[in-house]
Each structure stands twice: as structure tokens, then as C-alpha cells.
């Protein structure tokens, strides 16, 4: 009795509604294809119909091969008449990759198993091949409707997934789908109770689950990375429009100051004139230091490009090395001024720490910044006390404190799509940018 309900397991009657399972889930591409093409979509039931005529073709070629060669013959030849070209409609008609169709075929395949075992359940109850497909095509049924009400978005959100990803979760069904075919549609290992047969899904379970465990801390370390990078991005806008607007705003107090200077030195005059000395000359010092902290010299049209460059004069000076700061940028460019502020400061405070490293009469710091031919080129150049480790094309940081180092200024870089190159050059270390 086994034996008869094992040769009829596969029979192809459940095939026009099961092959169908995976397809409204797959249907829609990536995301963005999806949002582009939505307009000229026919509708989600319009969709489901072709998908039922599609299945209802696949039916009749089996019932052909079913008429021709008989039942055995059907049963063999199923996956060329029906699986065959519901991948190839896949990929024809919804632009999926090859990968992404046989992985919903065979995860329908797969799903019968729960239509399988009811209708085993039932036959055994009742003894009846009757019941055995009613209960199968009820259970097909309901399998259809919950795969169809939570899980439609699977198709899209697996359609964005890397090759590699696609392939480990296609391991378990198709290797089933293998097994299944070469053990109990082509030959009758299955039931000769062949220790190898019956070891071998399990073998190819604790594969699968190794490998996608592998997959899933991969894919879990790579989000971690992209969360940190995220933040630090993030963190490095957040600063460096403070520091920006911080330098803006000082300057309009000292211009607004300059201004009005007949009235501040009548204040101090009459500070003085009322023998507040002390209070007089603490203004004057806050004058001075504040006009020193934040005068931004003029090395070009672009405001935010002064500001970066002053912004760390008074570590160059306070570090005793010798600066060739130049540029040569207009007022607008296509960069933001946060990007450009971050970049500029962030590339020129790490040269400034690794040349104050070096023996003194050593330190030297070169910037040139330039505007040609829509791009803005960057080279940063400085000596250095130990040479930096590198690693992948990337200097090692071997100290803390100073900005966020090569790693933000690679990432700023590469998120305004450009580029950047660092490498050691004799006695001096290079940065090369491309925005």
C-alpha cells in the first residue's frame, strides 16, 4: 500500500496548481523594476490569471506526454514538460535570473510535501485513492493562500540577494528535488532500504545548515560594518556642520565687531577711565584670541575650503612644521559643504599628527586642492615619524584621537562617487582624491 502511495505521490494532477505557488511570489523583480514598470502591469489579478494559464499549459503538455507514453513515462519526463518551461517563463517573461526561478520551482516542489503527507494521512484513514487526492488538493489549496497572504513580498525582497546568497538557499530544495527524482520517479532506490539513500537527506540537511549558517554570520559581520560606517558617516556630518556653521558664526561677530568698533573702544575707554584696567585689558586679550582663533585666511574663492585650512593653522604652528597649504576652487562646487569641510580638515589634521611625529626640522605638511575639469583633485602630503602600516591599499591607524582618520575620509570620498589612494612615497605619505 506504501508502495502505491509512494508512485503517486508525484502525480502530475496537483502540478498546474502547485507549480504555480512560488510564481506570485517571485513575480515582481527587485524592488525598484518593480516600482518603474508598476504603471504598465496589468494588475495583481490579472497577473494571477496569466499564472493560471501558464499552469494550465504545463498541465495539458503532461497530460500529452501522459496520452503518448503513459503514466511512467509522464512521470518521467514531468520536469522537461512542466518545470523546464515554467523557468524559462520566469526568466522570459519577469527578467528573473536563472538562480531566482529554479529556486520557486523547486521551493514548490518542495512545498508538497505538505499535500503529500496529508493525502497519506487520509489514504490511510480511509483506504481511499479518492481521499488521497481530496485532501491533497485541499491542502494544496491552503498551502496557496497562506504562501500567497504572508509571504508576496518574498520574491522581491530575495530578488536584491547576491548570487551567493541565492545559491546556498536554493541548496536544500534542489538537492531534494535531486534526491526525489533519481531515488523514486527514474530508478526505486527509495525503497530497496539502501543505508545510503536513506543517510543521505540527512547528510545534505547538516550541509545546508552549515553552510548557511556560514552565509548568515557573513552576512550579519557585513551589516554590523555597514551600521558602524553608517554611524560614522553620520557622526562626521554631524561635527563637521557644527564646526562649520561654528566658523560662520564667529566670523559674522567679528565683522559685525569691526563694524562697530568706534563703540566697543568707547567702552574700553571708559573702563579705563574708571580704573577698571584689569577688565579692560581681559576684553582686549578675548578680542585678540578670538580674532586669532577664528581668522580664516583666503586661499581661494570657496569659503568652506578657508575655513577648513585655517580652521587647524594653530595646530601647524603649535607642532613647529612647515605648511604649503594651496588651493585653487570657486565659490560653488558640486560638492556639499559638509562633504568638502569633512574631507578637507579630516585629510589635513591627519597629516598634521603624523608629521609632528617626526624628528623636528622634519615635519612637513603639502596640500594642494584644485578644481579641473568638473572634479576637485586633493593631494595631501607629509612626512611621518613611523611609517604606517598598510593594509589592503589602507594605513593601519596607530594612534587614536584625530578625527576619524583614513577609514571616514575613504568613505566620504567613495559616497560623493569618487575616489581615493593612499600609499607611502619615499619619505612621505600620499593621499590622492578624485570628488
Not at 508512485?7 to 505557488?21: E, K
Request: aromatic letters at 10%.
Amino acid at each position: 500500500m506504501n508502495t502505491t502511495i509512494a508512485t503517486r505521490r508525484n502525480d502530475s494532477s496537483m502540478s498546474p496548481i502547485l507549480t504555480t505557488i512560488p510564481i506570485e511570489n517571485v513575480n515582481l523583480g527587485d524592488y525598484s523594476r518593480a516600482k518603474r514598470s508598476a504603471r504598465h502591469r496589468p494588475g495583481v489579478f490579472g497577473i494571477r490569471w496569466k499564472l493560471v494559464g501558464v499552469g494550465a499549459a504545463t498541465g495539458c503538455a503532461f497530460g500529452l506526454a501522459n496520452a503518448v507514453g503513459g503514466e511512467l513515462f509522464a512521470r518521467q519526463a514531468y520536469p522537461l514538460v512542466v518545470h523546464l518551461p515554467l523557468v524559462v517563463y520566469l526568466c522570459v517573461r519577469y527578467r528573473l535570473s536563472p538562480l531566482l526561478a529554479i529556486l520557486g520551482v523547486t521551493s514548490a516542489y518542495l512545498s508538497c510535501q505538505f499535500s503529500n503527507w496529508m493525502g497519506i494521512a487520509a489514504f490511510a484513514v480511509t483506504d481511499s485513492q479518492v481521499a488521497y487526492y481530496v485532501a491533497r488538493i485541499i491542502t494544496t489549496l491552503g498551502v496557496f493562500a497562506v504562501l500567497l497572504h504572508w509571504a508576496s513580498d518574498i520574491g522581491p525582497r530575495l530578488a536584491i540577494k547576491s548570487p551567493t546568497e541565492l545559491e546556498i538557499l536554493l541548496i536544500l530544495p534542489l538537492v531534494y528535488y535531486i534526491f526525489d527524482y533519481a531515488t523514486n520517479v527514474y530508478t526505486t532506490l527509495f525503497h530497496s532500504g539502501s543505508v545510503v539513500t536513506v543517510e543521505f537527506l540527512a547528510f545534505a540537511l547538516c550541509a545546508f545548515y552549515l553552510m548557511f549558517l556560514a552565509v548568515y554570520l557573513r552576512e550579519y559581520e557585513a551589516k554590523e560594518i555597514a551600521e558602524r560606517e553608517r554611524w560614522m558617516l553620520a557622526t562626521r556630518d554631524s561635527a563637521a556642520i557644527k564646526e562649520l556653521e561654528a566658523w560662520r558664526q564667529s566670523g559674522r561677530e567679528l565683522s559685525v565687531l569691526r563694524h562697530d568698533m568706534r563703540h566697543y573702544l568707547r567702552g574700553l575707554a571708559a573702563l579705563i577711565e574708571e580704573g577698571h584696567t584689569d577688565e579692560a585689558l581681559e576684553r582686549i586679550d578675548a578680542l585678540c584670541e578670538t580674532n586669532d582663533r577664528t581668522a580664516v585666511r583666503r586661499y581661494c574663492a570657496n569659503e568652506t575650503v578657508n575655513i577648513a585650512l585655517s580652521s587647524l593653522s594653530a595646530d601647524i604652528n603649535a607642532h613647529g612644521i612647515t605648511a604649503d597649504l594651496r588651493a585653487a576652487v570657486p565659490e560653488t562646487v558640486h560638492v556639499g559643504d559638509a562633504d568638502l569641510f569633512s574631507v578637507v580638515s579630516n585629510a589635513l589634521d591627519n597629516a598634521i599628527a603624523a608629521a609632528s611625529a617626526a624628528p623636528e626640522g622634519k615635519r612637513f605638511v603639502d596640500l594642494d586642492l584644485r578644481y579641473e575639469d568638473g572634479q576637485l583633485l586633493l593631494l595631501v602630503s607629509n612626512t611621518f615619524g613611523r611609517a604606517p602600516h598598510m593594509v589592503d591599499g589602507m594605513p593601519v591607524a596607530q594612534h587614536t584621537g584625530h578625527g576619524f582618520g583614513t577609514k571616514s575620509i575613504k568613505l566620504a570620498v567613495e559616497r560623493m562617487n569618487g575616489n581615493c589612494q593612499f600609499r607611502i612615497n619615499g619619505d612621505r605619505f600620499e593621499l590622492r582624491a578624485v570628488m
